[in-house]
Nanobody, 128 residues
Framework: QVQLVESGGGLVQAGGSLRLTCAASGRSFSNYDMGWFRQAPGKERESLATIRWTGRNTYYADYADSVKGRFTASRDNAKNTVYLQMNSLKPEDTAVYYC??????????????????WGKGTLVTVSS
């Protein structure tokens, strides 16, 4: 099992940048694929980025079209931490941002977003 805590949210002007951090506690962090999601008021939760194990001792990240080229997800297994660097922020990026984890060795069912564990989220507000 893993516990996730996001931080780094806040108020930023359009065009600015923020870096979100997700600290994971628990065992075997490297066994988890990690994802970043967001949910704006009145909207569905949206997948932004997923960092997946390649099977060759490396990870790769894929991105939603809405953030591709502006957001960069990364992880540091030595620190049990995942990051989301957000640049060129727009007012429509305003949302609660969540970190999530998927245990690659989990024998049960994942949730509707393909994940096992979620943080409580951090609010990002982008002013125009």
């Amino acid at each position: 099992q893993v516990q996730l805590v996001e931080s780094g949210g806040g108020l930023v002007q359009a065009g600015g940048s923020l870096r979100l951090t997700c600290a994971a506690s628990g065992r075997s962090f490297s066994n988890y694929d990690m994802g970043w999601f967001r949910q704006a008021p009145g909207k569905e939760r949206e997948s932004l980025a997923t960092i997946r194990w390649t099977g060759r001792n490396t990870y790769y990240a894929d991105y939603a079209d809405s953030v591709k080229g502006r957001f960069t997800a990364s992880r540091d297994n030595a620190k049990n931490t995942v990051y989301l660097q957000m640049n060129s922020l727009k007012p429509e990026d305003t949302a609660v941002y969540y970190c999530a984890a998927r245990d690659r060795y989990y024998s049960g069912s994942y949730d509707g977003y393909g994940m096992n564990y979620w943080g409580k989220g951090t609010l990002v507000t982008v002013s125009s």
